[in-house]
């Protein structure tokens, strides 16, 4: 079965300010694959919180919801449930991938576009993507990384120049506000 907008308003409540999926108390018992009839309702879960988060290997978490014997991301389905289509990929604004509020649901084009969006990495030693000590040369080397491919923008005697030199990059590329942000998983 193909979730439509339709099917998921008949099964789900989204509220957009909380971000939060409630099962509705009339939805159909059909989504239940040891339940036969696809006439009769049940208020079996009804108001209940729908959904249950779990932790990836890199330590990013999401909620997912079970629905109609799929398994999906909460996020996508408030992308569905909001307008209408199924969207190519989600972000999260703010990088919580736990909070799936509307204002901060963000469809992008691709992983290019998704990578723009992307907290400070726990490695990091310069304490700013992009810029790091280059022993070779004992400077401070800035890069940027556009549609997959790795661009030097130079090496730097003094590290602030190297930032400045990255933050204009990303700034020029359109890399988001929040990009390399210390922030929570």
Known sequence: ???TQKTLKEALIYDPISGDFTW?????????KSLQSKNAWTTKYGGISAGTSRTHKNGKSYKY????????LAHRLAFLYMTGRHPKMVDHDNGNGLDNRWCNIVEVNGSS???KNQRLRSD???G???VI????TGQWKARITVDGKHKSLGYFNDKSEAIAARLAAEREKGYHLNH???RPL
């Open 1 to 3: 079965m193909v979730i």
């Open 24 to 32: 509705r108390a009339d939805r159909p018992l059909y989504q239940f």
């Open 65 to 72: 919801i079970a629905i109609f014997g799929k398994v999906m």
């Open 113 to 115: 576009q998704n990578n």
């Open 124 to 126: 990091n030693t310069s």
């Open 128 to 130: 700013v993507t992009g």
């Open 133 to 136: 000590w280059y022993k070779r």
């Open 180 to 182: 390399g942000q210390r």
